[in-house]
């Protein structure tokens, strides 16, 4: 798991920060849909209202794949929020793009992976937001499945949890981000969206996730 580059990282933290795509509440938490509490909320999909964010975002997507992945020929988004940003992408980049559901439709075909599906075609996988890899790779898995050569993967914004450089090596999967938390926290710092008292309890939160606040 590696970043963009450190210049690349804190300037997409502070866009994030800045269209409220990334929310920093460390004394009143967030809930997770796992239930995990978080002083951290990323919905990077308010990106997409936002034209210069969201012609950053895609031009340093689109770069880090051509500097990475030379022998791309497809994009494949994970659904949802990976599809708006694989389209981008794809369209840059002039080739074709298909997305991978989180489980099969329901009626119709029943497809996991909507778009042409060319067995042995090299795919670099797009996310927004990676935090434990989970449904990350399982869209990974599900397109090595179906028979696509999967080069690696991008996405916008890791917690950089530890679990999650586990499971990508463990998987094999090549990830690079355009930022992390540990780019966040100076620049949230630095533009006073949080104080100097804050930044013990938000570090502590990333060293275990799962029990913080327990």
């Known amino acids: 798991m590696e970043i963009y580059d450190q210049s690349t990282s804190s300037q997409i933290a502070k866009k994030l920060l800045e269209i409220k795509a990334i929310k920093l509440s460390p004394n009143d938490p967030f809930t997770w849909a796992s239930g995990w509490k978080s002083p951290i909320y990323c919905d990077n999909r308010l990106s997409l209202s936002f034209p210069a964010v969201r012609k950053l975002i895609q031009e340093k997507l689109t770069s880090a794949i051509r500097t990475h992945f030379l022998n791309i020929e497809a994009v494949a988004g994970v659904a949802t929020a990976g599809i708006p ?8 980049l002039d080739i074709p793009f298909i997305y991978v559901r989180s489980k099969a439709k329901g009626h119709g075909m029943g497809n996991m992976i909507e778009g042409k599906i060319t067995p042995g075609q090299k795919v670099v996988v ?6 434990t890899g989970g449904s990350s790779l399982k869209a990974v ?39 992390d938390y540990s780019s ?15 930044m013990e309890t938000l570090a502590e939160w990333r060293k275990s996730p799962d029990t913080w606040q327990q």
């Not at 797009?126 to 935090?131: K, M």
């Not at 080069?151 to 679990?163: D, K, N, P, Q, S």
Request: with cysteine; charged share 25%; hydrophobic share 45%.
């Open 85 to 92: 940003q694989g389209v981008l992408i794809a369209d840059q």
């Open 126 to 131: 797009v996310e927004d937001l990676v935090s």
């Open 141 to 179: 898995n599900d397109l090595r499945a179906a028979g696509f050569e999967v080069l690696g993967m991008v996405a916008i914004f890791t917690y950089g949890f530890e679990i999650a450089e586990t499971n990508f090596k463990k998987e094999n999967v090549k990830l690079y981000c355009l930022s």
């Open 184 to 198: 966040l926290l100076p620049q949230a710092l630095e533009e006073g969206y949080v104080s100097k008292e804050n």
